[in-house]
């Protein structure tokens, strides 16, 4: 799970041109939009994306992201448990 | 219609150089673009970073009316009515091939959100409008070249009709890492340059 994290960090901050951020700026249960890192909603459609080409995860139901990506501690169970790739 | 308008200022961006007022105020000659854009807005210390986040014809339009703007000390309390009406010949061709790379394949089809939002050239328009609270007219026009007589006689109408204050107005051009080109310029009442096509195509030229 450790690994997934690490890789998931690297990957918002690849993916979403976090420029000025490292591995190390982002806490585990950091709030990913709102007053966390400040995400805004194109990201939010890239990180759907994201799940889908890296760990062959389909969100049918857009709503459902709210939660699962609320910080990197969610997204790694999330895709922990549903990841078909 | 009134022909007593003037360039206030003007900015340049080619070559790996940004001018402003035709005095360099930022050059790097090994870099490629992408280097050299990022390096040149670090120099601008702007702090925004949504800059990381644009496609390069926005990165390119936003950095040469952030250096013209910056220099013109507006007022962050009253609204700023400056028009921006800027043009090119490749609309926005260099990130619209990026997307169509990321759909060519039906076994591997993920178009990017993030990309797709900047297949319209006057995107960057929005991106200065956001940075600088511009509430103003703007249009984005393509054209095969420079057209200096279109931009004199858009932005002497806008001016002339009270529908700006001020016009910020040029050429925004990206197609290609080795081709790219921004000239922007401030038309207002006040300044020593004439709003003339001679001057234009003059200062476009230097």
């Known amino acids: ?85 | 219609m009134n022909t007593n308008y003037h360039i206030k200022s003007y900015c340049s961006i080619k070559n790996n150089q940004v001018s402003l007022n035709g005095s360099v105020v930022y050059k790097d000659e090994e870099e490629s673009f992408s280097s050299f854009i990022k390096a040149a807005y670090k120099d601008q210390n702007t702090k925004y970073p949504k800059f990381f986040k644009m496609d390069k014809l926005s990165k390119l339009a936003f950095l040469a009316a952030d250096v013209l703007l910056k220099n013109e000390n507006l007022s962050s309390e009253e609204e700023n009515n400056i028009a921006i009406v800027f043009s090119n010949k490749a609309s926005s061709l260099d990130t619209d091939r990026k997307h169509q790379e990321s759909i060519q394949n039906k076994e591997s089809y993920f178009p990017s959100p993030a990309v797709f939002v900047y297949t319209l050239p006057n995107i960057c328009i929005g991106e200065i409008s956001i940075k600088y609270k511009l509430y103003s007219e703007n249009s984005f026009f393509i054209f095969e070249n420079f057209n200096a007589t279109h931009l004199l006689t858009y932005s002497n109408s806008l001016l002339s009709s009270n529908k700006a204050d001020q016009v910020l107005c040029g050429w925004v051009e990206f197609d290609g890492e080795d081709n790219y080109e921004a000239f922007l310029y401030l038309v207002s009442a006040e300044g020593t340059i004439t709003n003339s096509k001679q001057d234009i195509i003059k200062l476009y030229n230097t």
Do not use: C, W
């Not at chain 1, 709102?34 to 080409?53: P, T, Y």
């Not at chain 1, 709503?63 to 169970?77: D, L, P, Q, V, Y």
């Open chain 1, 1 to 85: 799970m450790d690994a997934l994290k690490q890789e998931l960090k690297e990957n918002l901050i690849e993916q979403l041109n976090l420029e000025d951020m490292t591995i190390a700026d982002i806490a585990d249960d950091d709030m990913l939009f709102g007053d966390g890192l400040g995400l805004d909603s194109i990201d939010a459609l890239e990180l759907i994306v994201m799940l889908d080409k890296s760990y062959g995860i389909k969100l049918t139901d857009p709503k459902e992201g709210r939660s699962i990506f609320e910080s990197i501690n969610t997204m790694a169970a999330y895709i922990t448990e549903n990841r078909s790739k």
